[in-house]
């Protein structure tokens, strides 16, 4: 069955220090992985994917994610955290040969907190 | 730039009513998404649209339906509401022939109380 770990439900660090949310997947074939960032009370917000490629994609807000084929992981970083970073971070993976599945599969989300 | 847009922003029904949540995609937008995301959870997948037909099921109950029309706006209709189905409701859109294809563009969502 497809599924999304991300380990830690809570990740803490301070303003100006590099920060990384984990993920790792499980899925037959090749992945689509993607990051989400929610803001309270706000839709979610899609900050970068990876399809195919370099294993290393940049996406919005200075984000960027490592693909990781052998440890099927792809963790989110950022070299510097800034105090608007905080928010609920969510990883999906879809399955690309999933035909006409078009669903996202959702990690249960890590919440950034970046303190001043 | 155009965004998913939502209707109501916020719902409050009884228990036992019904409700019907709309979703207006991004233009030239072929697919709809919508998820339901109970407090502190992760999104759960409902059901989307691929040009107007059901493309994927998800966990919706069979008390809701959803359907996407001919300007391709889509509505998430909900009966015999229960206390359980408060929740954020979230559309999404996306451009599956696209050069930002795979690629889903959330609303702001409606947040639905049953009282």
């Known amino acids: 069955a497809q599924s999304v770990a991300q380990p830690e439900d809570q990740v803490n660090v301070a303003e100006g220090n590099p920060l990384t949310v984990k993920c790792t997947y499980s899925v037959s074939g090749n992945p689509y992985l993607f990051w989400y960032v929610q803001y309270p009370n706000r839709g979610l917000q899609f900050l970068l994917k990876y399809i195919t490629g370099d294993n290393l994609v940049k996406g919005s807000y200075g984000f960027e994610a490592e693909f990781n084929k052998s440890q099927t992981s792809f963790h989110l970083k950022k070299p510097s955290a800034l105090v608007s970073d905080s928010a609920l971070y969510f990883c999906a993976v879809r399955a690309f040969n999933a035909g006409n599945n078009r669903k996202l599969i959702w990690g249960l989300g890590t919440s950034l907190a970046v303190n001043p | 730039a155009a965004g998913v847009i939502q209707s109501p922003r916020h719902l409050i029904k009884e228990k036992r009513e019904t409700a019907t949540l709309k979703c207006y995609p991004i233009?030239?937008?072929?697919?709809v998404y919508w998820y339901q995301q109970g407090p502190g959870q992760d999104p759960q997948f409902l059901i989307s649209f691929y040009e107007k037909m059901q493309s994927d099921k998800g966990s919706i109950p069979d008390r809701f339906s959803a359907q996407q029309f001919s300007d391709y706006h889509s509505e998430l209709n909900m009966s015999s509401l229960e206390l359980g189905d408060s929740a954020l409701y979230f559309c999404?859109?996306?451009?599956?022939?696209?050069?930002?294809?795979?690629?889903?563009?959330f609303g702001a969502g409606t947040r639905l109380s049953v009282l």
């Open positions: 999404a859109s996306s451009n599956e022939r696209g050069m930002a294809k795979n690629i889903q563009y």
């Open positions: 233009p030239r937008h072929d697919t």
